[in-house]
């Protein structure tokens, strides 16, 4: 996937109403957007023991991937009645945090600034420059990292492969604005550890 595909597809930058707030002891965004922009921007950073020691997800199941993109996919048809279905959040953390800006009242704000330990939500604007974003990702250091969920973002077709008309169903998501490698691999092994090491 090239750049100029990326911004063709979702323009220089893409806007998205937000809730800020703390979750634990770090700043989080929250927001919901189409699976296949989130798949778009994002990508794992995959460990490997002699090419990519210090990345942060586990080696992909493709079944368990494909499982997932079918469940999602198969929403968009099936009634919510009677076939309720839900993804949990995918967490995204931005590295490259020239790439966002978090609007509050119009003004750019540093997320990681704001004190939010009243634990009243502020809601504002997260606007991503995709122009800013380096592409095409590697599986190794991109600018936005999956935390968690890579599963459920990775059988997106890329751009080049895939039906510009294909809908793809909306989900939630959270953002770490900034979190370094150390506190990536942290909250994924505290989010899956107990579950597969």
């Known amino acids: 996937m090239k750049q100029n595909e990326l911004v063709n597809a979702w323009g220089n930058r893409y806007r998205l109403p937000v809730i ?3 979750n634990l002891n770090l700043n989080q965004v929250r927001s919901f957007a189409p699976l296949d922009f989130l798949a778009d921007i994002s990508a794992a950073d995959v460990f490997d023991q002699v090419a990519n ?23 968009l048809t099936a009634d919510p009645f009677e ?28 997320p990681n600034a704001l004190a939010l330990d009243s634990g009243e939500p502020i809601y504002g604007e ?18 936005v990292s999956r935390v968690d969920g890579n599963h459920r ?13 294909k809908v793809f169903p909306i989900i939630s998501f959270a953002m770490f604005i900034g979190l370094t490698k150390e506190q990536e691999l942290k909250i994924f092994a505290d989010i899956n550890g107990k579950q597969q090491k």
């Open 153 to 165: 973002l990775s059988s997106i077709e890329s751009l080049g492969k895939r039906d510009s008309d």
């Open 126 to 143: 997260l606007v991503i420059n995709i122009d800013r974003l380096n592409f095409p990702f590697e599986n190794t250091d991109p600018d």
């Open 83 to 110: 076939d309720a279905r839900a993804f949990s959040e995918v967490i995204l953390n931005v590295r490259n945090v020239e790439a966002v800006e978090l609007e509050i009242d119009g003004k750019v704000v540093d």
């Open 20 to 22: 800020v707030g703390q």
């Open 53 to 75: 020691p210090e990345g942060t997800q586990r080696e992909l199941k493709q079944k368990h991937a494909k499982e997932a993109y079918e469940y999602a996919m198969d929403s």
